[in-house]
């Protein structure tokens, strides 16, 4: 068909890129702090010196210090649970551009903080791009799962963690102290989050809006439709069009969902709890706990440049999200986060073992990063990427921009507690700190296994369908191969919510990436 032939056209790459500029962001931000660490600390020091002719003590140095890093969950948190006010009233693209405003203020904050000899400037920069990134983690999965074709809806929805982990190396890289971890250019290291942030000002004005809001939301049916036309690049987009007026149908037959809607309707209770959960899956898998305190981790497990090992990590980091990218269609979103979280678990054993043997083994420092590395890959594979894009596709139009505020929340909240609690943690566990998250891995393994359905190939509504009640075959006909479905079920009933089969699912294209 040539709808299919032409499903990956320049205008949506172009839609796609721009976008993603916004995920870059929140990986930078996310790991430009850390290097510059000691530097930032003396620059507290220095200025709490000019103020009050006395040296800072020990302690408020360790508080400012943890501020400074966890006020960005804060904004986060903040700035994730607003994203539905954004989008319904602005759209998805327009929202985008209105948010980079923040990047702007907060990325200025941060870049004169030492200028103006003020630690509150760097502070409250740290809140106002946290609140930008929180904005951002829900505005690019919306909008990039709303303009792609069924068929490479995960793909691109990868491309999102795509973007944050080569925003993270790139972080790591511009921090090595001869670039701009020094003395005298951590500054501009933190500021540098502007320019980003202009590039995707200028470049959005060039991009569509989201066919699925112009149609469903605003109910103008040419524009949407001369939108897909370019987006598919034919002029057969009947199957979209018709895709969205039942969808918007669906929509003007339901109350506007608002989030404590999304808890109480069983149509939705379901759906919103895989999503938090898949959530939390990413959060308390580790990951951040690597990523936050990996030097330290190289450096306890004996590795002589340990900062260049984090950076290994960052390239293993990306280079395991592009092969994600070319697995999610074909093995499913499901099956990867069950690898991912499988292979996670048992190189967290091995990285414990590797912490308490070192002392006695030497060569177990290799054993360190082999199983960091193995664990940053398998977290590429499905944690990483996916619980982003899949909460989109568990929820129709209407109660999207609510679940992926709440969604956003979740991976803030949890986010923030493991960047405060971890230190703490690991003084009180010591070596045998990775178990923790061995035990939280698996948990989150049975209740995807159980839980959480297959949505590869499959239509929103279609999706939504099944957590309604039914399935989109009628409840009398068979279950379709090689996707999990979603049974009818009461709320209450005390069966697992997905059964699995092997045949394609009746929505499923023709040809997948």
């Known amino acids: 068909m040539e709808g299919e032939k032409k499903q990956v056209t320049v205008p949506l790459l172009l839609a796609v890129s721009v976008a993603v500029i916004g995920s870059i962001q929140f990986g930078y931000n996310t790991g430009v702090i850390n290097a510059p660490e000691k530097i930032i600390r003396q620059f507290h020091n220095e200025t709490w010196k000019a103020r009050t002719a006395e040296f800072i003590t020990d302690n408020l140095s360790t508080t400012l210090w943890s501020f400074s890093v966890a006020i960005f969950s804060v904004g986060g948190m903040i700035g994730s649970f607003s994203v539905g006010v954004f989008v319904n009233r602005f759209g998805r693209r327009n929202s985008m551009l209105i948010?980079?405003?923040?990047?702007?203020?907060?990325?200025?904050?941060?870049?004169?903080?030492?200028?103006?000899?003020?630690?509150?400037?760097?502070?409250?920069?740290r809140l106002t791009i946290g609140l930008f990134c929180g904005l951002s983690t829900g505005l690019v999965p919306m909008y990039i799962g709303e303009i792609s074709p069924?068929?490479?809806?995960?793909?691109?929805?990868t491309l999102h963690q795509l973007g944050v982990v080569i925003g993270i190396l790139i972080a790591q890289v511009f921090g090595l102290e001869f670039i701009l971890g020094s003395q005298s250019l951590w500054p501009v290291l933190?500021?540098?989050?502007?320019?980003?942030?202009?590039i995707q000002s200028i470049a959005l004005p060039f991009c569509p809006e989201s066919p699925r809001f112009l149609l469903i939301n605003k109910n103008q049916e040419e524009a949407a439709t001369e939108i897909l036309k370019k987006l598919r690049g034919t002029d057969d987009v009947q199957q979209d069009l018709q895709e969205m007026k039942d969808e918007s149908l669906k929509m003007m037959q339901e109350k506007k969902v608002t989030i404590p809607e999304l808890f109480r309707s069983p149509s939705y209770r379901q759906p919103i709890i895989i999503a938090i959960v898949l959530q939390l899956s990413q959060q308390l898998s580790g990951i951040n706990a690597v990523f936050y305190y990996s030097t330290n981790i190289f450096e306890a497990a004996g590795v002589k440049e340990p900062i260049y090992a984090t950076i290994g990590a960052g390239v293993v980091n990306t280079v395991f999200t592009v092969v994600s990218l070319f697995l999610v269609e074909r093995a499913g979103r499901r099956t990867l986060h069950l690898v991912g979280l499988a292979g996670m678990a048992f190189c967290a054993v091995l990285m414990t073992i590797a912490l308490t043997l070192t002392s006695q083994i030497p060569s177990m420092s290799y054993l360190s990063i082999i199983a960091i590395f193995g664990f940053v890959a398998f977290f590429e594979v499905g944690p990483g990427p996916i619980p982003w894009f899949i909460v989109a596709e568990l929820f129709s139009q209407g109660p999207r921009p609510a679940a992926m505020a709440v969604a956003g929340c979740s991976n803030w909240t949890s986010n923030f507690i493991i960047g405060l609690g971890f230190p703490y943690v690991q003084v009180l566990c010591g070596d045998y700190v990775f178990?923790?998250?061995?035990?939280?891995?698996?948990l989150f393994f049975v209740f995807t296994f159980f839980r959480v359905p297959?949505?590869?190939?499959?239509?929103?509504?279609?999706?939504?369908?099944?957590?309604?009640?039914?399935?989109s075959q009628g409840a009398g006909s068979p279950a379709p191969e090689g996707v999990v479905t979603l049974p009818p079920s009461s709320p209450t009933e005390k069966v697992p919510m997905v059964q699995l089969n092997t045949e394609e699912a009746p929505n499923a294209p023709l040809s997948n990436v």
Do not use: C, Q
Not at 102 to 121: D, H, N, P, R, T
Not at 150 to 157: I, N, Q, V, W
Not at 190 to 198: E, M
């Open 190 to 198: 933190l500021g540098l989050t502007i320019i980003p942030a202009v």
């Open 99 to 125: 948010v980079n405003v923040l990047a702007v203020i907060g990325g200025s904050l941060m870049g004169f903080s030492k200028l103006a000899a003020s630690f509150e400037m760097l502070i409250v920069g």
């Open 435 to 442: 178990i923790i998250f061995v035990v939280f891995l698996a």
């Open 150 to 157: 069924t068929s490479l809806r995960g793909a691109f929805g």
């Open 454 to 471: 297959e949505t590869r190939g499959r239509t929103f509504d279609d999706i939504s369908k099944g957590f309604a009640g039914g399935n």
